[in-house]
């Protein structure tokens, strides 16, 4: 830190944030402010997987093109240092929102705090990754391709946690229908209200969280993923189903997606239904995953367990999106 951090002075305390990173993540405080550092996690990992080094990366660029992130610091690429790869950024304090309804706020704070993620997810879409550097930090094109291919291995080769008829006709059906306009812009992939920090007080995102998902890939399915909370069952994952959003001034979901499309300057999302289906598909996919590590004995937490619990509602939610889509 003395050497790399600009500005750091010591004594240095260490604390580990608890959760569910699968990166560990620890905050560092000195007397004149905080950092977070995030490191890979000891042992044999898999190839391309706990990349902390690709976070930096993004979290970089991302920076250079004024988009919200915590300022990075520095990157160790060294394993002699901490035992794994690491880097550190800036501490960011502000709102960590865990609950889309957003309790405790007035309408027009739910409102504003609503259109503040919508315009930050619209500016990521938009910016330049070439300019950043960033013109190979993944694959342009054949997106949906490559993504429906991957999940549906992921879901006919796991025979422990068998089979769904509603999953098998999504295998079928996704890939003879993956829509024309194929276009490309760095996409988090896991865009949820609780990887923001929100400012204090103010409508306003001050960065963006959990890169570890992020690549070059389509921004239709990036926002569809974001708006799955429209569609979804709280008892599932954190979703407004059932909740009255004109009472709590929450817009509608076709209010969202017009405030998106007007940002991009694109009328309409005419593929917006199957964009939706896909993401069903996706986390259905890793659901099912969760299900066969269950069964075989290396998944025992209550929260795996819930997982299986809303596995089959999950697999027709996915297949009722592939139908307003216009599956038969």
Known sequence: MRETVEGYAGPLTIEQFKGGQSNPTYRLVTPAKSYVLRKQPPGQLLKGAHAVDREARVIAGLAEAGF????????????????????????????????????????????????????????????????????????????????????????????????????????????????????????????????????????????????????????????????????????????????????????SEQDYLAAYNRRRGQAVMPEYDFYMAFNFFRLAAIFHGIKGRVIRGNAASQEAKARIAVLPELMALAWAQAQRAGAK
């Open 68 to 251: 919200p992130v915590a300022r990075l610091c520095g990157v160790c690429t060294d394993p002699a240092v901490l035992g794994t790869i690491f880097y550190v950024m800036d501490m960011v304090e502000g709102r960590i929102v865990w609950d889309a309804t957003l309790p405790g706020l007035a309408n027009a704070g739910r409102a504003a705090l609503y259109d503040a993620m919508n315009a930050t997810i619209a500016q990521l879409h938009s910016v330049d990754y070439e300019s950043v550097g960033l013109g190979d930090y993944g694959r342009p094109g054949n997106y949906f391709e490559r993504q429906i291919g991957r999940w549906s291995k992921q879901y006919l080769d796991d025979a422990d946690a068998g089979r769904d008829a509603n999953m098998d006709r999504l295998v079928e059906w996704l890939p003879a229908n993956i829509p024309a306009n194929d276009e490309t812009s760095i996409v988090h992939g896991d865009f949820r209200i609780d990887n923001m920090i929100f400012h204090p007080t103010e409508p306003r995102v001050l960065a963006v969280l959990d890169w570890e998902l992020s690549t070059l890939g389509h921004p239709g399915a990036d926002f569809a993923y974001h708006a799955m909370m429209y569609r979804m069952p709280p008892h599932i994952v954190a979703g407004l189903v059932g909740a009255d959003l004109a009472a709590l001034g929450i817009p």
